[in-house]
């Protein structure tokens, strides 16, 4: 098939994406497992670094706590990795494949979980959760990335919501481990919840082994044999089905005006693809990029990592709290329980509303616990605060939590996906960073001494998160990657819920006649 394909698409935009077996939903959905690992790693170090035997291995056998300076760099140092991991994974994966680069991140990811259950001081705990970074950063920019390019677009929200459902179970396990290890007065007590990260990471690694390649990536490489034949897997249709040659030469048809209106050059100019355009155009690449990024960092701006980075040594100073694990074990099932509702209302009520609620929804709460926390410091004030904090966090998790993820896997046309994704994680990692850095020295006792008071600048950003999805977030539910390429360029982010598709690019293409598609692998090797 591959540079002399016979392809005959569909000018109908209703004919663009074949009907999906059970068993195609249960390979896209099976991908979402990585989220578990990113989930587990991210949070079994919230109870870790409360551990006594832990701050003794760090600090010294008098220290009862973690110094503001080590609990900044253990935390952080994984997100300095996954930042440089998400964006070396974007070109990795226009290289070898999405697949095959989510193993390799999977591979790198244990020698770092190696390292870190090795440690026995602070030296080789922090070079284990670099190395780690790195592996977690390719895993989260690319699953994302091969979750949009391979689901069904009616339930695409649906099963990326599922990957951050499974990040919250990462740390629901996360929690559990480290409450079940913590009163342990030997060095399992932090190795034990280290070295269990292997598991999800072998999980996910030898399933992916069984997985088709994304068959957005075959069309760029110009490999349409293989295009077709993933397609047809995915979908549970044969090769010779007329729904897979109409969904496919979308598919063609798509990257094809992509490179007809910015052709490919070579390695510096692909990258410089991303910042093409008018900033005043918001179907634009620079616009694109600006969305994608920008998105990732108000998801980080809502500031729930600071719940479960630093929950449980928050909790500690609130004083009245005997057991701050299990506080952070509550906090952490209300996150899980909460997610699975964007499974549905991803799809029903759509990306753009649940982002706008969500945020208003967070700024009340969060402004709430910052006056109680103000007023007074009393025990029934103290309840009532969690007790908002949880409600933040139900909103959190069923519309800012997945909803990020959902619309950067799908605001990129396909000759700058991998790279826009992987910026975008990359954002997002970035700004994870930055806020574990500063955050022990807002709050810890001998520093800022925030304390609840923090809940007033997690309040004022989350008012910036409401006025940002208001002016700049589109509405993407229901439509294939390609068509919301289109609805992109038709429309403004306060008028996308609106469009509704009305042709194909296979028939602005010349694809709907049965032409051949001449040299597309030739033409792909110049994006190469």
């Avoid at 439509?479 to 429309?491: I, K, P, S």
Wanted: proline share 4%; charged share 15%.
């Amino acid at each position: 098939m591959a540079g002399g394909a016979v392809i005959q698409g569909s000018a109908d935009p209703n004919r663009v994406e074949a009907p999906v077996t059970v068993k195609a939903y249960l390979m896209c959905a099976f991908a979402a497992f990585g989220g578990i690992f990113f989930g587990y790693d991210s949070g079994y170090i919230n109870g870790v670094m409360g551990m006594d035997y832990f701050i003794k291995t760090i600090e010294g056998p008098d220290a009862t706590a973690l110094s503001g300076d080590h609990k900044s760099l253990i935390t952080s140092i994984l997100s300095a990795g996954t930042f440089f991991g998400a964006l070396i994974a974007g070109d990795i994966a226009d290289w070898i494949g999405r697949r095959t680069t989510i193993i390799g991140g999977c591979i790198v990811f244990l020698v770092g979980v190696a390292l870190q259950t090795a440690s026995e001081g602070l030296a080789l705990i922090v070079a284990g959760r670099l190395v780690a970074g790195f592996g977690v950063g390719a895993v989260s920019a690319i699953l994302i990335l091969y979750m949009s390019e391979i689901a069904p677009r009616k339930v695409r929200g649906a099963l990326v919501s599922g990957y951050q459902f499974c990040v919250t179970v990462g740390l629901l396990l996360a929690s559990a481990i480290d409450y079940a290890t913590q009163n342990r007065n030997d060095s399992g007590s932090y190795r034990i919840p280290i070295a269990l990260q292997m598991l999800w990471a072998l999980i996910l690694g030898v399933g992916l082994f069984i997985l088709p390649e994304s068959p957005r990536y075959f069309v760029k490489k110009g490999k349409l044999d293989q295009a077709a034949g993933v397609l047809a897997r995915l979908r549970g249709q044969s090769v010779e089905s007329e729904l897979i040659q109409d969904e496919l030469a979308e598919i063609i048809a798509n990257h094809e005006y992509e490179m007809s209106v910015v052709p490919a050059g070579g390695y510096w100019s692909t990258w410089g693809t991303c910042f093409r355009g008018s900033l005043w155009k918001s179907s634009s690449n620079v616009r694109r990029t600006i969305l994608g990024t920008s998105l990732q960092m108000m998801q980080q701006w809502t500031g729930v990592n600071f719940v479960f980075y630093f929950g449980t040594t928050f909790f500690k100073q609130l004083g009245t709290i005997q057991n701050p694990f299990l506080i952070s074990l509550v906090t952490t099932l209300v996150n899980v329980f909460s997610t699975p509702i964007s499974f549905w209302s991803m799809e029903k009520i759509g990306r753009r509303p649940l982002l706008l609620w969500g945020a208003l929804g967070m700024v009340i709460c969060q402004f709430i616990v910052a006056i109680i926390g103000t007023v007074t410091s009393t025990e029934p004030a103290v309840k009532a605060m969690i007790a908002f904090i949880c409600i933040y966090i139900f909103f959190f998790a069923s519309t800012w939590g997945p909803g990020a993820w959902v619309v950067i896997g799908e605001i990129y046309p396909l000759p700058m996906r991998a790279r826009g994704v992987a910026l975008s994680t990359a954002s997002n990692w970035l700004w994870n960073c930055i806020i574990a850095v500063i955050t022990p020295y807002m709050v810890d006792e001998d520093k800022g001494n925030l304390g609840a008071k923090v809940f007033y600048i997690w309040g004022g950003l989350c008012t910036i998160c409401f006025i940002y999805a208001y002016f700049l977030i589109p509405e993407t539910k229901g439509l294939t990657l390609e068509q919301v390429d289109r609805m992109l360029e038709e429309t403004t982010p306060r008028t996308s819920a609106k469009w509704v598709p009305h042709s194909t690019y296979a028939a602005e293409m010349g694809f709907t006649d049965k032409v051949a598609v001449h040299n597309v692998e030739n033409t792909s090797k110049e994006e190469v």
